[in-house]
């Protein structure tokens, strides 16, 4: 009888435990530069994005290829001569927040997720204020923020400076549901 309920307590524990982690290989990554020559637009619409809920931990990656511009040949350009997809195919982010975001009930909830972003193989150090909103069994996580290309080594060259801004706006919109 004492085994059957450690085995019992185990598989609760496991289950609640188990509850907490979300997966989805449907996020939402865009970035948009405006300058007065031209606008530059993109999406990556296939980001893996895991969020541990129990320990405050998310985490996504997602394969540069996956960006779709409007023009063919911005595409190309991005991959090949600015983020060099083929060298560096993927950017990872990992971090934690210490905020209490309770995913089991409904409501909204302002984190600031701190970790380490990987681009064009340069990881650097960052913190983004994000949101996380819980609505009947749906979990969505969403930030906006700015990112400097030079900072990644990403270098703009001379001929097209002007009509890339020096910060991007890149958007975030994960959505998780809850296996109940």
Request: charged share 20%; with cysteine; hydrophobic share 40%.
């Amino acid at each position: 009888m004492k085994t059957l309920s450690l085995c019992a307590a185990a598989l609760l524990f496991f289950t609640t435990v188990h509850s907490q982690i979300l997966m989805t290989k449907k996020g939402v990554i865009s970035f948009h530069s405006h300058t007065i020559l031209e606008n530059v637009d993109a999406e990556n619409k296939n980001v893996m994005a895991v969020i541990d809920a129990g320990k405050k931990h998310i985490a996504f990656s997602m394969l540069m290829k996956q960006f779709v511009f409007p023009k063919k040949l911005m595409q190309q350009h991005f991959n090949e001569n600015y983020v060099e997809s083929d060298k560096f195919p993927k950017a990872t982010f990992s971090g934690s927040y210490a905020e209490d975001a309770d995913i089991t009930k409904d409501g909204t909830y302002s984190l600031t997720v701190t970790g380490k972003l990987t681009i064009h193989g340069v990881t650097r150090d960052v913190t983004i204020p994000s949101t996380l909103t819980v609505q009947s069994g749906t979990v969505t996580g969403a930030t906006t923020f700015k990112l400097n290309p030079t900072d990644y080594e990403i270098d703009i060259p001379f001929i097209v400076r002007n009509k890339i801004e020096k910060e991007n706006t890149v958007k975030v919109n994960v959505e998780w549901k809850q296996n109940y």
